[in-house]
């Protein structure tokens, strides 16, 4: 065979010089054509560049960026390509944010047409009967002396004007009357003098009809009657029988109850329903079934630093006494402050408020898939479920309702306007990782859940935890009104409480962060002013437990605000043994359901800490 081989090389070499040839011109013309139009080759009928050019996200968690089809790794939805976000065309707006109908009905997108109406309110309001203070008599010793007789007994008792209080003995004020006798023989020639002692016993509370007795008995009267200058109810008596007085002591305190006040309280956001001149239909604890009515004569014009109100004051008649100071009342007011302009109205729901600004997003016409635009609008009052808008929005235009979070977040995934970034440009949704996909371990971070509920806290800033830290400790301190079953303080502390949330700055947070946040922030506002409005211990204490469940949540989600130890606290046998969850800064069980009734019913189902 090798002979063979030796015979036949020259052949040999010949076929192989050939094969080389044709394939160097087979494979060169390939790789011509290739960058010639790279586009055209293909791979068993499959654009391999057209799929890797193409980042696919999730509509309801935008910060999930992959460079293939699948299923969001979180709620498990189909990833959507992020290409359907945006729109290219000479009549499109470079901003405009275009959803896919399958994107569209995934965020549940919905909308409404923007329109006209009259705003109107109604404002729950609660108060107290009140003393009229115009009304009110303070009797004080005009000259020294000593009770010789007491006619009012006690506090509460009933007098008429000019009616005998108590009686008394003055050696100045019989000096002072010497002193009229003499001047009385003077009366002719010294007039001045005896003018001038007559009003010197009027200075001392003497009527003209005392004095002219004086004269015509012709002797001191040695006891003098205090009478009542408004007929009232005492409400303070400082003196008994025996007494001796200084001249500028306080005597008794008389109060005119024919007419009151009712002091209503308004909060900053109620303030602008309200004018002079409303009408307050009420109701009063004490008298079920009763209505009463009357119109806003005072309005405050200084906010309480503490409880974050002013107070609204209508004037009641009382002739038969049936209202007293310190009833508890509630009240109505229905509002109108544009009574004959209309103004544009839209739902609370459609709009995004960072604190600084607020944000809508407007649909765009005649497009074939939902198309929408970031616009800045000003605010004007709050009306039910709807906001005012004085500024950035035209009658018919249709806005977002419902999905408002799934389109900024859209818009913050292409770098478009949007609440958090109003000037635009890429950021990321929840945390620091740059552009292109998730890693296998970033998407394990957010993953980490407990019953699907996301955990944020390694992407929370220190200033909201401690923001966050400051509402849980009011919180703490009105978790104790409720162990002291004490309603007014109940009421002052949840007034702290809800002043502290709305202090929180949500604008620290940012995409499934925020919205999580918002979603709560909703849930804390309506229970804790569910809190200070409800009737009862029970029914605060229903509100409580819910504003407890979400501030459990809140710090699971966002972490511990502080180093100190925080306890989670169950009492089985709250709520007909439904059970309740409640906070405390202690391991000792002081139970808020019950109070002194069950005060150690409770275990520690849960302990957060930093250490």
């Not at 919905?110 to 705003?119: D, E, I, L, R, T």
């Amino acid at each position: 065979m090798i002979s063979s081989i030796k015979n036949n090389y020259k052949l040999i070499i010949v076929a192989i010089f050939v094969g080389i040839f044709f394939g160097w011109l087979f494979f060169y013309s390939s790789e011509e054509a290739t960058l010639v139009n790279p586009d055209t080759v293909s791979h068993e009928g499959h654009d391999h560049s057209a799929e890797e050019s193409t980042i696919w996200t999730c509509s309801m968690h935008p910060q999930i960026k992959q460079n293939k089809p699948g299923k969001c790794p979180i709620c498990a939805m189909d990833l959507i390509p992020l290409a359907s976000m945006s729109v290219e065309g000479d009549d499109v707006d470079p901003y405009e944010i275009v959803m896919t109908e399958s994107a569209a009905k995934l965020a549940d997108i919905q909308s409404m047409v923007v329109s006209k109406g009259v705003p109107e309110k109604t404002i729950y309001l609660q108060g107290k009967v009140q003393s009229d203070e115009r009304n009110v008599a303070v009797i004080t010793a005009r000259f020294g002396g000593r009770i010789e007789q007491l006619f009012v007994n006690f506090t509460g008792q009933n007098v008429r004007k000019g009616e005998k209080l108590a009686t008394i003995y003055s050696p100045d004020l019989v000096t002072a009357q010497h002193e009229l006798l003499e001047a009385v023989t003077f009366k002719e020639s010294r007039p001045s003098l005896y003018k001038a002692v007559r009003n010197k016993l009027k200075l001392w509370d003497l009527t003209d009809k005392q004095i002219s007795a004086i004269e015509v008995k012709g002797e001191p009267q040695y006891y003098f009657e205090i009478l009542s200058p408004i007929s009232g109810t005492v409400i303070m008596r400082h003196v008994a029988i025996g007494d001796y007085v200084k001249e500028g002591t306080t005597l008794f305190k008389v109060v005119d109850l024919s007419k009151i006040w009712v002091m209503f309280d308004a909060y900053e956001s109620d303030l602008p329903w309200i004018k002079l001149g409303d009408k307050v239909d009420f109701t009063i604890q004490a008298l079920p079934g009763k209505n009463f009515s009357a119109k806003v004569s005072y309005i405050d014009p200084f906010i309480n630093a503490e409880t974050r109100v002013a107070k609204v004051r209508v004037v009641v008649p009382n002739p038969k006494l049936n209202l007293k100071p310190e009833m508890f009342v509630n009240g109505l007011l229905e509002s109108k402050i544009a009574e004959t302009a209309n103004e544009i109205l839209v739902p609370k729901s459609s709009v995004l408020w960072t604190g600084k600004r607020a944000v809508v997003y407007v649909k765009v016409p005649d497009r074939q898939s939902p198309s929408f635009l970031y616009r800045e609008v000003v605010l004007g009052p709050e009306v039910g479920s709807f906001f005012v808008v004085t500024e950035g929005l035209d009658e018919g235009e249709e806005i977002a309702t419902n999905g408002v979070f799934k389109i900024d977040a859209a818009a913050q995934l292409v770098g478009f306007p949007s609440m958090m970034n109003p000037d635009g440009g890429k950021t990321s949704s929840a945390h620091n990782h740059g552009e292109g996909s998730m890693s296998d371990e970033e998407i394990k971070e957010i993953e980490e859940t407990e019953n699907g509920a996301i955990y944020y806290s390694k992407y929370v800033s220190d200033k909201f935890k401690k923001q966050l830290g400051d509402l849980i400790d009011v919180y703490l301190k009105m978790k104790d009104t409720f162990v002291a079953i004490n309603e007014n303080e109940v009421n002052l502390e949840a007034k702290k409480v809800l002043a502290s949330l709305n202090n929180v700055d949500m604008t620290l947070l940012v995409g499934d962060a925020h919205i999580s946040w918002m979603k709560l922030l909703a849930n804390l506002e309506s229970n804790l002013n569910g809190i200070i409005s409800m009737n009862g211990i029970e029914m605060k204490r229903k509100h409580f437990s819910t504003v407890s469940d979400d501030l459990i949540d809140a710090i699971k989600k966002f972490g511990m605000p502080n180093k100190k130890a925080i306890y989670v606290q169950f009492c089985p046998m709250a709520f007909n043994n439904k059970g309740a969850y409640w906070l405390s800064d202690k391991k000792e069980i002081r139970n808020p359901y019950f109070g002194d009734k069950m005060l150690k019913c409770g275990e520690i189902k849960m302990e957060f800490t930093n250490k």
